[in-house]
């Protein structure tokens, strides 16, 4: 009898061992399920805000707008609260794309330099160093693009990259949605291509790199 309580008693513990492990279990991967469900939760919000701000950013630039004739077209890595300073008095719009590539901007600025003024209308680029020489289009540059202009560049994923910017460009889109980049130690530099593309059309156009 005694050796039969005994196993009885073993059988107990080795039970609540098994539960215990099992709890164990069911609660991690309940925590696991519960990060995984937050991370998407805010993955969709922060990509919803960003698609907001980004259509938002074209308002100036649809046909129907009645805003045309600025001053200064600001376009590039550079949040918009700073642009003051690269454009002097007069009516400003710019176009915030962190991280852009300088072939990024300069395609950007072909689509949207009508909005300056015909005769003494100014575009200004603003560029990180290290983006100057690279070749690479985020959301935040394709949204302005012509379909004509995505086939061109072979952008495949453009329709998808415009809904799910979180997806394909996260670091750039929180930044986006922050405004931090600012324009400490940029210099004003040459360049033939957009200077030239600028004089036929009758604007000046001016390069900043931030170093």
């Given at each position: 009898?005694?050796?039969?309580?005994?196993?009885?008693k073993?059988?107990?513990?080795a039970?609540?061992?098994?539960?215990?492990?099992?709890?164990i279990?069911?609660v991690?991967?309940?925590?696991?399920?519960?990060?995984?469900?937050?991370?998407?939760?805010?993955?969709?919000?922060?990509?919803?805000?960003?698609?907001?701000?980004?259509?938002?950013?074209k308002?100036?630039?649809?046909?129907?707008?009645k805003?045309?004739?600025?001053?200064?077209?600001?376009?590039?890595?550079?949040?918009?609260?700073?642009?003051?300073?690269?454009s002097?008095?007069g009516r400003?719009i710019?176009?915030?794309?962190?991280?852009?590539?300088?072939?990024?901007?300069?395609?950007?600025?072909?689509h949207?330099?009508?909005i300056?003024?015909?005769?003494?209308?100014?575009?200004?680029?603003?560029?990180?160093?290290?983006n100057?020489?690279?070749?690479?289009?985020?959301?935040?540059?394709?949204?302005f693009?012509?379909?004509?202009?995505?086939?061109r560049?072979g952008?495949?994923?453009?329709?998808?990259?415009?809904?799910?910017?979180?997806?394909?460009?996260?670091?750039?889109?929180?930044?986006?949605?922050?405004?931090?980049k600012?324009?400490?130690?940029?210099?004003?530099?040459?360049?033939?291509?957009i200077?030239?593309?600028?004089?036929?059309r009758?604007?000046?156009?001016?390069?900043?790199?931030?170093?």
């Open positions: 009898m005694p050796g039969i309580i005994k196993k009885v073993n059988h107990k513990k039970a609540a061992a098994v539960l215990l492990i099992l709890l279990i069911a991690l991967l309940f925590f696991r399920m519960f990060v995984l469900a937050a991370i998407t939760i805010a993955a969709v919000i922060v990509n919803e805000f960003t698609v907001r701000k980004m259509n938002k950013q308002d100036p630039f649809w046909k129907y707008s805003i045309r004739n600025v001053d200064f077209l600001v376009i590039g890595d550079i949040n918009p609260k700073a642009v003051q300073s690269l002097e008095s400003t710019s176009i915030f794309l962190p991280g852009c590539t300088l072939a990024g901007a300069y395609e950007v600025l072909r949207t330099f009508s300056l003024k015909e005769s003494g209308g100014t575009a200004v680029l603003v560029v990180r160093k290290k100057v020489e690279r070749i690479g289009y985020s959301p935040f540059e394709i949204s693009f012509h379909p004509v202009t995505v086939n560049l952008l495949i994923q453009a329709k998808y990259a415009l809904k799910l910017p979180i997806l394909f460009a996260p670091i750039k889109s929180l930044l986006f949605l922050s405004g931090l600012g324009v400490k130690n940029a210099s004003e530099h040459c360049n033939k291509e200077s030239g593309f600028c004089a036929e009758g604007i000046e156009g001016r390069l900043y790199i931030i170093i």
